[in-house]
């Protein structure tokens, strides 16, 4: 288009320049000398070459604003708009490139926005844990994050374009998109998908309206399995404690009620159903504590106060404190935690774990037996293990053990005092160090419990 405009603008320029002297040559014709004929087509024709040249000159320096223009143009329309176009002087065309620079840096800035968009949105899509699906209106997939990949065990590069119904027929999901498209509102299924067992998923496909006409369907795929289970565990729990809370207040209950029918006057007998309430109440307050612990623990808020000290002294501590629930037992206790072992942790969680272990050695092991502890540092762990010489623990029980409420035998452990709590409160309270717990046991053959905590090592910090 510029060299046609420049073309034109040359003819243009050579007819008015022209014109005139071919006119004046042809009037002279016949009315000059010939030698003046003659010097005049040599004037005419000199002056001709130099409005030429004349010519040619203004025509590029005034045409050459255009080309710049021009060719800033092109480039912007091809997507280059670093570009600036470069006019010198003043002027509309100065102007009209200004305005052009302007619209190509405006233009810039709004697409490096728009693409900082498209990425946050890509990273928010990529990086969800709930699957995403997009269709368009006929129900062909767009596109799938990998979180929907994930859940589905179907591979979105695989399922881009196409149908629903064919990738995903009898789960759920084309029915929920064929409905959202067909009546334009949000609909939700549940469904334990088909492709992927382990996995119970819930749909909700929305319609992406355009015009008031759904032009897409949205699906949001989310596991709930994990939240059932949680709920399940919450019931559980709920059962556990109402469970527990009822005995002993039945138990407190009916001695009351006792000493009240008459009881009271009986000085004989009288003093058995008080400490039966004593006994029971007691057993309360344990469960009560226990479940105050458990919760500290499991709290979000909860934090270590953490300091350096010899492991032996808390052993030892620990022990001492034992001693007067099991002084009438013949259990001997061998403390075999080397001196000045050190170790970093929460000093007052550290001394619950113990208790509540050798707690139990304690009780579960008959009279002429024997409980130890003991410590070592193990490839940048300190490995802690309590053992006993108690009836073990069957193999079936030995993955529940650190479950809430869970005993290995019910009536036994109530009737030495158990809330069933306590090794649950060992695992949250070593997991809180960043450590782990487990059992070793054979029926008959004792149980040897351990846990780890991160080691120290001289004067280094164990974190």
């Given amino acids: 288009m510029f060299k046609t405009f420049k073309f034109r603008l040359v003819a243009f320029y050579l007819a008015l320049v022209l014109f005139p002297l071919g006119l004046a040559a042809w009037l002279a014709a016949g009315h000059l000398p010939a030698a003046a004929m ?155 998908a088909a492709f992927r ?117 808390l052993t030892e501590e620990v022990h001492r404190s034992l001693l007067p629930a099991f002084k009438n037992r013949k259990v001997l206790f061998s403390d075999e935690v080397p001196e000045e072992f050190p170790v970093r942790a929460d000093r007052r969680k550290l001394e619950q774990v113990l208790f509540n272990l050798l707690d139990n050695a304690f009780k579960y092991t008959p009279d002429g037996g024997g409980v130890s502890v003991s410590a070592a540092a193990e490839d940048g762990l300190v490995r802690v293990k309590i053992s006993d010489t108690g009836p073990g623990i069957p193999a079936e029980s030995l993955p529940r053990i650190f479950e809430r409420f869970y005993r290995v035998d019910q009536g036994r452990s109530r009737d030495l005092g158990g809330t069933g709590l306590g090794l649950s409160i060992v695992r949250h309270a070593v997991e809180l160090h960043g450590g782990s717990v487990g059992v070793e046991s054979e029926e008959g053959r004792g149980s040897r419990f351990w846990f780890t905590l991160p080691a120290c090592a001289g004067e280094e910090s164990c974190l």
């Fill in 197 to 313: 067992q382990r996995f119970e998923l819930a749909v909700s496909a929305a319609p992406v309206l355009r015009d008031g006409s759904p032009a897409a369907c949205v699906l949001v795929v989310h596991d709930v399995g994990e939240l059932k289970k949680a709920e399940l565990i919450r019931r559980e729990f709920v059962a556990n404690v109402s469970h527990e809370l009822k005995t002993p207040l039945t138990a407190i209950k009916g001695n009351i009620e006792t000493l009240i029918g008459g009881a009271v006057d009986d000085r004989e007998h009288r003093g058995e159903f008080m400490a039966a309430v004593l006994r029971q109440a007691s057993r309360l307050e344990g469960l009560v504590d226990d479940l105050l612990r458990l919760s500290s623990l499991e709290s979000a808020s909860v934090r270590l106060e953490l300091s350096e000290f010899p492991l032996r002294a």
């Fill in 38 to 192: 003659e010097n005049l087509r040599t004037s005419l024709a000199a002056a001709a070459g130099v409005s030429l040249l004349l010519g040619l000159w203004l025509i590029q320096v005034l045409s050459a604003p255009f080309g710049e223009i021009v060719e800033a143009s092109k480039r912007f329309a091809a997507g280059d708009l670093g570009h600036r176009a470069r006019v010198a002087g003043y002027g509309e065309l100065k102007k009209l490139a200004q305005t052009l620079n302007s619209m190509a840096e405006d233009l810039s800035r709004r697409m490096g926005e728009l693409a900082a968009r498209k990425g946050e949105l890509e990273a928010v899509f990529d990086n969800m844990s709930e699957g995403l699906i997009l269709t368009d209106a006929g129900g062909r997939i767009k596109t799938m994050n990998a979180a929907a990949g994930r859940l589905t065990g179907v591979e979105p590069e695989k399922a881009e374009g196409g149908r629903i119904s064919d990738i995903f027929g009898g789960t759920g999901f084309d029915s929920a998109v064929t409905e959202a498209l067909a009546s334009g509102r949000p609909v939700s299924r549940e469904t334990a």
